[in-house]
């Protein structure tokens, strides 16, 4: 992997990190607020867990798991 490319996953992971933390907040707000609607969050922690999954696998691909 060349620099650049390393440059650009690094990016990537945090723009993701920070999707993540957004979604975050965003569920927390709309489970405090009563009546909201149940089907919107749903959607946004499946979102969130893509997301995750999406970051799971940028850190193994930019720091491998290396046994000694």
Do not use: C, N, W, Y
């Amino acid at each position: 992997m060349t620099s650049d490319e390393e440059r650009e996953l690094r990016l990537l992971l945090e723009r993701l990190r920070q999707e993540h933390r957004d979604l975050d907040a965003a569920i927390d707000a709309l489970t405090a607020v009563t009546g909201s609607d149940i089907l919107q969050i749903q959607r946004l922690k499946k979102r969130k867990l893509q997301l995750k999954d999406r970051i799971s696998h940028l850190e193994d691909e930019l720091f491998p798991d290396i046994i000694a």
